[in-house]
């Protein structure tokens, strides 16, 4: 028998990798002949590269700008002429070196990260977009790709979505031309009560005043940049990079998860499994709405074989479980009503919790 083992990240705890690794441990414990495949999966936020990277990709170190232009180093992962660039690397709110920047954070480093890839051959990106520090439309990225955005005096807009308010003229005559796919499953327009400053300029240190100047920025954006695409499904993503990706650069958006099973052969490594387990650091309604571990049962269902999930948490019914295409959850709080503790020993308490699976199931 063989057991495909595909979760998430435990954010915060331990990378899909290390999950990966704990529950093929448990299982092994109890049936050491049992064949267990291990493919970490992710579904376009942080985490995106490690995934690419366990599943076979080569990563590429790259100096970056950070979000509020300091120098990083981010990665990216290739395989042949396609490279998976994830925006957190760059321009990620774990980037930011102190206090949140919400008027003024770039996602220059993601343009960085993509010239990078283009420069080293790379014909097809993969972007995932989840976990951005910033909320300036996807201006800054498309800077670092050669876009001049000018205020009315010509001069070259400072980083940040407050700046949009003074752009004048967007000239792209420099720019590369990029092969993009959108990884991503927010489907916010770019401006408006559901848009990208209004739902995720909080979450960035944005203070409501922050907000009404960030969105009146993003519509003077989108009015010159491409007024049809702003209220696209996904124009809002990571602080409007999504409308940037699509009105520009003509990018595909795909559902995160979909697009990276496929990346990481998720269908091919299903061949021959009598099992999936799934799983993510919290089994919550957010995992319903599209999250990794959904996406993988969905395939696993496709197939006609079986997923089960494990977590650090579960708050879903075994109601909503099933209509999931989850067979069963396993939460590390069946063992350790903690959380610290499950958070400080995450990876043997999962391995636990893979034995119990496996008495279960096998």
Not at 304 to 331: H, K
Request: with cysteine; aromatic share 4%; hydrophobic share 45%.
């Amino acid at each position: 028998m063989k057991v495909l083992v595909a979760p998430d990240k435990f954010k915060g705890s331990l990378t899909a990798a290390e999950v990966a690794s704990a529950v093929a441990s448990g299982l092994a414990d109890v049936h050491p002949g049992l064949a267990v495949q291990q493919l970490p999966v992710a579904d376009g936020g942080d985490g995106t590269v490690d995934a690419a990277v366990a599943a076979g990709y080569d990563r590429v170190r790259v100096p970056a700008r950070g979000p509020t232009g300091e120098p990083v180093t981010a990665s990216y992962a290739v395989r042949g002429d396609t490279a998976v660039v994830e925006l957190a690397e760059a321009s990620g709110l774990h980037r930011l070196p102190g206090a949140p920047a919400p008027l003024t954070a770039t996602s220059a480093g993601t343009g960085d990260v993509i010239a990078a890839a283009v420069r080293a051959g790379c014909r097809r990106i993969v972007l995932g977009v989840g976990g951005s520090a910033c909320t300036d439309g996807g201006a800054g990225m498309l800077a670092a790709l050669g876009a001049q955005l000018l205020d009315d005096s010509g001069r070259e807009l400072p980083f940040g979505g407050a700046a949009l308010a003074q752009l004048a003229s967007l000239d792209v005559t420099r720019m590369s031309e990029v092969d993009i796919e959108l990884a991503s499953d927010v489907d916010n327009p770019l401006y408006g009560p559901r848009g990208a400053a209004a739902v995720y300029g909080p979450q960035k240190g944005a203070s409501p005043d922050d907000v009404k100047t960030l969105d009146a920025a993003l519509r003077h954006w989108a009015s010159i940049a491409g007024p049809e695409f702003a209220e696209r499904p996904g124009a809002g993503a990571a602080g409007g990079v999504g409308f940037a990706a699509m009105a520009v650069l003509g990018a595909r958006m795909r559902p995160g998860i979909e697009l990276l099973l496929d990346l990481l052969g998720f269908g091919e490594a299903l061949t021959g499994a009598s099992l999936v387990v799934t799983g993510e650091g919290s089994l919550d309604e957010q995992t319903l709405a599209g999250k990794a571990p959904a996406g993988v049962a969905r395939a696993a269902a496709a197939k006609g074989i079986p997923c089960v999930a494990v977590s650090g948490r579960c708050q879903l019914s075994s109601t909503d479980l099933r209509g999931a295409g989850i067979s069963a959850a396993y939460a590390l709080t069946d063992l350790e009503p903690d959380p610290g503790r499950c958070m400080a020993e995450a990876a043997p308490l999962l391995r636990r919790l893979a034995r119990r699976l496996a008495a279960d199931y096998f």
